[in-house]
């Protein structure tokens, strides 16, 4: 071979070698990259592996990793540099600047000293990281733009990993909610009487209807002695499993305080006590809690901060709204008044909650106690149950909504 060609070849492979050998270790960074991703490392040790290829290998010591925490916050995992406060304060400046772009963004040096290139790491055509370089050295092997190019690579493989784990964590998260409140709702519906004493005394029925599932609403009917009957509608404060689960311990309690021979205002007191010792003063429960007597066919009841129910009784319609505050609010109730009123055949007692009259419609207007107090009126001789279905039937038309704003509730009891 002549000397000219040997030289040419081992010029030739003089360049070949290190670029070869460059590419092998590039080539054995992406695969203990992805064996890291497919141990399920943790983003802190995915970070790492890329701070010592970027710091070793690059030598580029201005850079940041800039990813996405959820769906409206961002956090700077990754900094070297000379800006110490760029941790706290900076980074999110960068996000707002750059959250649109899908390339490699040259920054101006003026604008931008510690950094050059703002890297984009997109999912789905969504931006979900950031990695900004600066300083980059250049050589013969590796141009700046083979270098992120490269950095573009791992940092993509990282930062999708991580994405994508967040993404499968929150449908985990999401999915054992989901169970938790249909366990809830379940629990809650089991709470909720569906069946009522059949006698020649009453005609009882009720509605329910929770909001998205689950709701704070309660009502009972509670056989205290062969003649006298414990009923209340309760409305406690908030939504979900904390609603539902104060709303069993409140049926539990009253189960029990009403066999104790107590009057009614005693039970009232003592309830109030029970809330008050279970919720601390954060939650609240409005109760309308009644006790009929069919032997003097008498009502007494107390209307703990409720909407009124109504009795119809010889076509006269009675708002009873005499009663104490709301439960759970006070050590002491400052006052607790109760009512009597004198029941006769075919009196009808209406019981709700506020999902009722306050269902709206398309101009916002509330169904109301206005629309409620004529419709009972006008069909208080219908059977409990049907009265119940022509009201809620209304209450649809009027609104022409398929989802309400708040649990519907209605207990209604006809004396015969």
Known sequence: MPFDKIEYYKDRLSVIEPLFSLKQLQFNQLLEITQAVNYNLPISALVRILEGIILAQFEIK????????????WECISYHGENESFLKENFKEYVQ?????????????????????????????????????GDIPEDKLNTKEEKIKFIQIISNIICVANENKRLTDLEVNQKLIQKDLELASEIQRLLIPRKFPKNET??????????????GDYYDFIPVSFYEYIFCMCDISGKGIAAAMLMANFQANLRIIVKQNLSL?????????????????ESFITVFIGLINTKTMELEYINA?????????????????????????????PFIHSE??????????????DGITESSNAEEEYYGEERLVPFIEKNHEEPPSLFNLKLIDEIVNFSKKDVF??????????IL
């Open 97 to 133: 600047r750059y959250k649109d772009i899908q390339y490699i963004t040259a920054l101006n040096s003026y604008d931008e000293p510690e950094f050059e290139f703002a890297i984009p790491i997109t999912l789905k055509g969504e931006s979900i990281a950031y990695m900004l370089v």
């Open 202 to 215: 009453f005609d009882i029925a009720a509605f329910y209807k929770p909001f998205r599932g689950i709701g």
């Open 305 to 333: 901060g409720h909407n009124p129910s109504y009795a119809m009784i010889d076509k006269k319609i009675v708002p009873l709204k005499t009663g104490c505050t709301i439960l759970g609010a006070f050590d002491k109730l």
């Open 405 to 414: 704003d708040d649990d519907l509730s209605l207990l209604t009891i006809r």
């Open 265 to 281: 205002k005693e039970i009232v007191a003592t309830l109030n006590k029970s809330v008050l010792d279970l919720t601390k003063g």
């Open 62 to 73: 201005r850079n940041a990793l800039i990813i996405k925490k959820n769906s409206s916050e």
């Open 340 to 353: 009597k009123i004198a029941l006769t055949p075919s009196s009808l007692i209406v019981s709700y909650t």
